[in-house]
């Protein structure tokens, strides 16, 4: 296994589409693994690929982010482990799309404990252990629905502005502590057939506000200390090849050379737009990350 720098990157949501590029992503960038979400997500099999490509350590929690018992539980057993987490990535959301009365309130109060319940109480409890951390990295992810009223998915897009603003104003509070907060706000994503369809369904308009969870991901993790053992400016390649299905990103995914070239260099505060085939689009206001990590 080798020495690895940074020390956990704790990705909630992790068995699929961002999670999972984040978690790739993370590896990829000198941090271990710590993937939580739903049994049955596929982020155990998510942890195990990328542990044996890139001989990372990786731990994997199957549990509902919805309790917020089992939230605690998982902080208390990640201090029982000794395991040091410097970056938090709070990547787990729900929504629903229909009329707010139409909407059973179960269903309304479910989105409100994942999308904001569950990031405030892992956001408050993870916290005293990032700011021991020489430094340490909080990525909240809401949405491009942030920035707008969303008739027909009231509640969700309410939610992603709550992420928004309570990322700038954490992040205001922890400004020389050491630990810095992003609020990442993407559009639409290709995270399957089905989405990808649904693009292409669209049009232009589909197609330039639309990014691969790859590409996503690596725009929000910046490159952050020194990767042990690896003086590279891009990120580390896997120890062990990967094929295509077996943990690799797909075609055009972050381990394409436009990515590490074009994306990854850059200054902060990115407003940009990308086509699914791969064309870059200069496009205020389609995909935003604000304040950027680094």
Known sequence: MRTRL?????????????????????????????LVDLPGSGAREVGERLARAYQVEAHTVTMDLANCRERERLVAWIAQQGIEVDLLINNAGTGSCGSFLG????????????????????????????????????????????????????????????????????RHELAGTGVTVSALC?????????????VEAQGFFGRITTWYPERVAAVAIRQGPPRSGCNHPRPCEPAHPVGRGQGAAPA????????????????????????VTGRRFRCGCINRVIKSMV
Do not use: C
């Open 186 to 198: 993407p559009a639409g994503m290709v995270t399957n057939r089905d989405t990808a369809d649904q």
């Open 103 to 170: 909407t059973s309130l179960s269903r309304l109060a479910g989105i409100i404990e994942v999308n904001v319940q569950a990031v405030v109480q892992m956001t408050h409890l993870l916290l005293p252990q990032l700011r021991r951390r020489p430094w340490a990295a909080i990525i909240n992810v809401a949405s491009l629905a942030a920035f707008y009223p969303m008739p027909s998915m009231a509640v969700y897009a309410a939610t992603k502005s709550f992420i928004l603003n309570f990322s700038l104003a954490i």
């Open 252 to 275: 055009g995914g972050a381990t394409d050379r436009g990515v590490e070239e074009g994306f990854l260099a850059g200054g902060q505060g990115i407003t940009s737009g990308r086509r």
């Open 6 to 34: 940074h020390g956990f990157a704790l990705i909630t949501g992790a068995g699929g589409g961002l999670g999972s590029a984040f978690a790739l992503e993370a590896v990829r960038r000198g941090w271990n693994i710590l």
